[in-house]
Each structure stands twice: as C-alpha cells, then as structure tokens.
C-alpha cells in the first residue's frame, strides 16, 4: 500500500512522527507521500522524506495560503519568486510530485481571510499560484496533486488549457531521475504531459467525468462520508 497524501510535516505529529511512520509500515504501509501545504512545510516535507525510508516528499502551495504570498495586484515578479523556489524544491531526489495546489473558494468558519470571505482578489491570487504549479509540474515531468472545493467552474478549464498548451509529447519517468524511477511512482497511464490526481474529489458527477477524461487519479477521502455533502451531489 502507498499512502499518497499525508501530511507528516504537519505540527499535530511532531511529538511522535517516527512512530506515526513505523506504526504505518507494520499496517502494511510501504510507502507515504507528504504533500507541502506552503514553502516552509514543502522543506518539511523533504527533510522527513530525505530522513525516513519509504517516505516522499511533494512540494507546493495550497491555495487556501494564495494570499500570504501576493500583497499587490502586479504577479509577475512574485511569480518567477515563487516558480523558482519550487523548481528548486522540486529537484531533490526524494520529491515525487508537485503540489498540493489548486483552488479553494469554500468560506470556512477558520481562515485567514479577513472576514473569511473569498473575493474576486482572492480568486484571481488562488488562479495565479494555480498556474505556476501546472508549469513546474510540466517542466519537471512531475505528477501533480490538486485540490479543489467549490471551483470546478474555473479549475478543470484552468488545468484544461495548460494540459494542451504546454504538455510535451513524453512518456511520464523518461527524464526522471534514476532513484525517482526506481521509486515506482511513475505512471503511464496519462502517456502525455500534465498527469496527476485530484485529491479529496467534491465535484458533481459531471466534473467526475471531465477529469477522468483528461487522464486524471481521483481521491475519494473523508468527505465522502458527509450527508450535507453526499445529498448535494445526489
């Protein structure tokens, strides 16, 4: 078994991350993926994988943290920031993926949004980071873990168009690195560019379909389980 999202770089498993990790592989737990939230947990994420056998690291920015990194309505000079650092990241032998990114336009009750609400600023700053993301993961010839809640109108054309604009005609893992092939997280099930999954799926039906047809992985997780949820996309 591969767990392929889990967050050991969090603050909740810093007092027992060792037998969190050791509990898992004597479940049958092979393998685990640490998805990075923003930069400083994507360096977590790393240092754990580089410490720990058969732990991984993904590096990326969540899009519920879209707004520490811009403060202006100009993007470039904070994109190339941001790009740069992640193609950094990126080349450590022991990332797997990018991510996990994407958009978030749910008002949570907790937020760092003043007043929680998500305003078309936001929005825009969310598709931004979005976009820098799906460029890495192209450049890199990497995997990448998305996540969506309530923005699948702007998301799947988003992922959509960068799919068919800058995907390269490559199998997945020909350019990768020798330990990252070795790792057995390639796949070629998308023989072209831009492949990944979408993690923590909340779409309709509908939704369901298009991102299968581009080639996509969908996580079912605990939301699932949510009546509210469960009668909505009934």
Known sequence: ?????????????????????????AEGVEKIIIPGAKIDSSQKAIEIANKYDGCYAAVGIHPH??????????????????KKTLLKLAKNDKVVAIGECGLDYFEYQKTVHPENIITPQIKEQQKELLKIHLEVAIECNLPIILHCREAFVDMLPLVEEYKSRLAQPVILGSEATPESKK?????????????????????SEKDLEKVLSM???????????????RAQKC
């Open 65 to 82: 943290h879209a707004t520490d990194y811009y403060n202006t309505s100009s993007y470039h000079s904070k994109n190339e920031e941001i």
């Open 215 to 229: 080639g996509f992985y969908v996580g079912f997780d605990g939301n699932i389980s949510r009546k509210a949820q």
């Open 1 to 25: 078994m591969i767990d392929t999202h889990c967050h050991l770089n969090f603050q909740a498993f810093e007092n027992d991350l060792e037998e969190v990790i050791n509990s898992a592989k």
């Open 183 to 203: 790792n057995g997280f390639w796949t070629s099930q998308n023989d072209e560019g831009l492949c990944g999954v979408f993690h923590c799926f909340g779409g």
